[in-house]
């Protein structure tokens, strides 16, 4: 197989699966004060300073969760409700308003949605983006002024469906000037782009996307951001979610950020082979269209459209010749969905239904590359030699 959607899911790389390994070996649990409960706290928290180090946290500010959709859900009902606490407590700090980029993540998307449902006197705003796919800066300076009250941005670090990177530090700015949190969906940046913690005030990780385990990421807290616990019990990992540790899987996790600290020859490697395969792709079929092409992307997403051949398509044939790729969002994949990120971006229905997604990573090699772009070649010219078979209507 040619595995190229590593933004869905990427391989567990050997050291993960070397760490796991360990720990799936040690019987404590961490909250045990014998030596077996220390040996297990160790694996614990070594996974933690190392998450940490990837982004320039301290290590007490990782919480680690179930994957990154419970990390969002920690983050945005976490700091509307723990604003209330605060509240409560004299400093007149409630979070009244919430500005989500028009492409985050579906899990962003709709817990921002039941927040607001849920919670009365919390407004929410979808903030507009450019052509490319780059959040409007200027349209947020201008809703950060307008209204009262204190907000919680978020946007993401880089895209998952166009790789397109956001520019995290003028947000930043624009938060900060306004008195605004920041929340970071860092799970298709990390590893691929540098990412700096101290932006934000609320980051979150997924192992799976950077060769760790699935059903394993964190949420990073800045000191003294609102926080309401979501899951109660034990009092594990401060109190700010309860529940034993998920031993191995923290220690993939881990062991995948350790290992992605030093990966700049990896990096280079991913750009090399996202390079070759979009100029091989346009060589070949020049009416190829790039989504996000004039913005800066991550080293190693593609999204693309051969206009008049469905993802659907496209996909059925790449899936016959051993090579996979996504349509749209993934992780709600086996349905294609119309992709909201290119409806944000202003894409047309009709190539929307063509977009298609490469994402390489560290188990790719040119011979993945050049299967890809040799399957799409074949499939074009039988499309275009019997139109009906392949185009869409
Ligand atoms: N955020 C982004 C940008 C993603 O791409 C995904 C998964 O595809 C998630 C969040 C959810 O991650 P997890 O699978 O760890 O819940």
């Known amino acids: 197989m040619h595995y190229c959607d590593h933004n869905a899911t990427s391989p567990l790389r050997p050291e993960s699966l070397a760490a796991m390994t360990h720990a799936l070996g040690v019987c404590g649990n961490p909250s045990s004060v014998h030596a077996n409960g220390r040996a297990a706290r160790a694996v614990v928290d070594e996974a933690r300073e190392r998450v940490a180090a990837l982004v320039g946290a301290k290590a007490d500010q990782v919480i680690f969760t179930s994957g990154a ?153 800045a000191d003294g951001a609102p926080l309401r616990p979501q899951i109660l019990g034990g009092g594990q990992q401060k109190g700010l ?16 950020a350790h290992t992605l600290l030093g990966a700049d020859g990896e990096r280079a490697r991913l750009v090399h082979l996202t390079e070759r395969f979009e100029a091989a792709l346009k060589k070949a079929l020049p009416d190829t269209v790039i989504f996000g092409a004039a913005a800066e992307r991550l080293c190693s997403t593609s999204n693309f459209a051969i206009p008049g051949i469905t993802a659907e398509s496209a996909l059925i044939a790449l899936d016959l010749d051993g090579v996979c790729m996504s349509a749209g969002a993934t992780c709600s994949s086996g349905r294609i969905a119309p992709s909201h990120v290119l409806a944000a971006m202003g894409v047309a229905p009709e190539l929307s239904q063509a977009a298609l997604r490469a994402s390489f990573g560290w188990s790719n090699t040119n011979e993945d590359v050049q299967a890809a772009v040799e399957s799409l070649v074949k499939l074009a010219e039988r499309s275009r030699r019997s139109p009906q078979t392949d185009r869409a209507a």
């Open 241 to 256: 979610r309860a529940g034993t540790e998920n031993l191995a899987g923290i220690a993939g996790f881990g062991a995948a």
């Open 69 to 221: 959709t419970e990390a969002v859900f920690l983050a945005l009902r976490g700091a509307v409700e723990g604003s209330l606490d605060e509240r409560e407590a004299g400093t007149a700090s409630r979070i009244t308003r919430l500005f989500i980029s028009g492409i985050e993540h579906a899990c962003v998307q709709a817990t921002a949605r039941r927040v607001a449902e849920d919670l009365p006197g919390l407004r929410l705003t979808h903030l507009l983006v450019t052509a490319d796919g780059v959040v409007d800066t200027e349209a947020l300076r201008v809703a950060l002024r307008e209204g009262k009250g204190r907000t919680l941005v978020a946007v993401m670090a880089a895209n998952n469906e166009t790789g397109v990177i956001q520019p995290l530090a003028e947000v930043s700015r624009l938060a900060r000037e306004a008195g605004a949190l920041l929340l970071v969906d860092a799970v298709p940046a990390a590893g691929k782009t540098a990412l700096d913690f101290s932006l934000c005030d609320y980051m979150v990780l997924s192992a799976h996307k950077m060769g760790g385990p699935q059903g394993v990421g964190a949420l990073i807290v």
